[in-house]
């Protein structure tokens, strides 16, 4: 997709995104606090952990369509 569609895309804010950590339960409770149902969820994406430099723990990255 081509800079300036992608850009148009963001400031219409079609999806957005939320990162928890990655267990099940911090997935389904960021889930319920932002009040997304199933049917607006687009991909959850499991974020590698970072053991090098600033160790981070994995996380979810999940994207959803934006109400």
């Known amino acids: 997709m081509p800079k300036t569609q ?3 895309a963001n400031r219409a804010r ?9 267990t099940v339960d911090a ?3 960021a889930l319920s606090e932002h009040d997304i ?11 590698p952990a970072q053991p ?12 959803f369509r934006a109400a």
């Not at 079609?14 to 990655?22: F, G, K, N, R, S």
């Not at 049917?39 to 974020?47: A, E, F, N, P, Y």
């Not at 090098?52 to 994207?63: N, Y």
């Open 6 to 8: 992608a850009a148009f």
């Open 14 to 22: 079609l999806v957005d995104e939320i990162v928890t950590e990655a």
């Open 27 to 29: 997935l389904n409770h």
């Open 37 to 47: 149902d199933a049917d607006r969820v687009i991909s959850v994406l499991l974020l």
């Open 52 to 63: 090098t430099g600033v160790p981070q723990a994995e996380k979810f990255r999940v994207l």
